[in-house]
């Protein structure tokens, strides 16, 4: 159902609540005993304290992961059949649940993209993160209207870590949440399309990739979910000499002794506190963030992948926020997109390092290459257009912004998106894709002519209206609907919300696609 409380949107409400979360005094490698007693908010607040007592405190991005995936009641991954995270009776609402015209625009947006390209033959759609399917059934109606584009999709796939929320988008996509069990995960068979499967898989590393495939593929609100490492500049750094180095299994003791790398990055680690302390809002805060002293794999490798992160090491307490998930995905897409350097490309992800490895850098397949790229990615989401994010670790439930450090897994937990990292990682993954954006909501969704199909939706509903408050309602809800997503006020989401495209690169000419200053073309 769309909500018609256009009031509460995600983006307002987790706009409004953000608050700093600057690190608390606090150390590394505190050793907390397990009190039978202490009553935790969700069990997975209790499997994560008992985690880190035995292991050390853990990074926001562990912390993040197992909030909003781990199988043993993650935000999207827990049971929600009476209770799901989306619309007026969830948690948050978001630009394709306020009006259909978004994901009809989107819908749009491809096939300008299928025809400039020379209507390639074998696409693949894709979408991470579909949440209930609502984007992409509204792209997916849009698509059928144009024949030829429609034919030639030869497979639609969903990448999505939550088994309740691959029902849902089943029962909407295809009228059944019966899934079939597939190579790759799950399948069933579009209703639009009704030659094509749906298949289902937990990442986008098991969609295939194919040279003669043209992939577009779509990302709303999806970035802005991944886990996040965070770090503090500390000027004062004093490493001691014994320091030990915090890893996923356990601290070790560097090799060289008293020679550790000369780092004044900090990672900011998540760790239960003493007892819980209640925020102004009521709810405990069980957990906390302290600065680790002793440099973690991370802290040691991130915050040197990038000029953007290297000029603010002289600034003291500066923050930064680094998604290697992030970048892992984003190369991936440019990857699909417009191949690999013929030199194995190493994405500033800590591939190696993170628990959620994408690709082994070792991996004796050869770079994917692809004689003409073809495909596009289209971005969606908020964040910054071109400044590190700081600070954004951000929680939100039933519509208000709360602690990110009470009642984990029943709290949505997200972080701005780094635009300008992604836009770098793509560029530095594939000589084959160019790059443009991220330019605000409003521009897109204007210049991709929101107003006109909205007005064209108003006369329809006029039109097709017996009972007069039946159609006020409809229009108040079509018109106040693409206003907001185009609004430009402080907090507005046509401001706040970026869109980015990745599309091919070829011949050393630049084209704009439509709705980045572009026009249709082909
Ligand atoms: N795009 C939708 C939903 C956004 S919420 C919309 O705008 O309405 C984020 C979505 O990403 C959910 O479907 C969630 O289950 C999925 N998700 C979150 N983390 C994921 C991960 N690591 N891998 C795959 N899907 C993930």
Redesign the pocket.
Known sequence: MRANSLDLLRYAVRRVGTRSIGPRSGQCGLRWSSSETRQWSTPLAKQLAEVINTTGPVSVAAYMRQC??SPDGGY?TRNTTDHDQ?GVKGDFV????ISQVFGELVGIWLYTEWLAQGQKKKVQIIE?????G??MNDVLRAISTFKHFAMSVEAIYL????PH?MKQQAKLLCGTDELETHDLGWKSTCKYLPRCNIIWC??IRFVPKEETSTPFILA???FD??PIHVFQNTASSTIPASSTILTPTGPIIPKHGPQVPKNHWHELVVSPVQSSSSTQKGDPEEFHLTVSKSPTPHSLYLPQTSERYKALSKIENAIIEISPESLSYISDFAIRIGGANSAPTTPPSSQSLSSTSQVSRSSPTPPFQKATPSGAALILDYGPATTIPANTLRGIRAHRPVSPFTSPGLVDLSADVDFLALAETALSSSPGVEVHGPVEQAFFLSTMGIEERAEKLVRKAKLGKDVVADMDDTVKRLEGGWKRLVDRGPTGMGRIYKAMAIVPYRDGVVRRPVGFGGDVVG
């Open positions: 909003l995936t999207y989306f978001t630009s394709p649940e991470v993160g579909p949440g209930r609502t984007l990448v999505e870590a939550s929320l937990e990442d709303h609100e999806f979910a991944l």
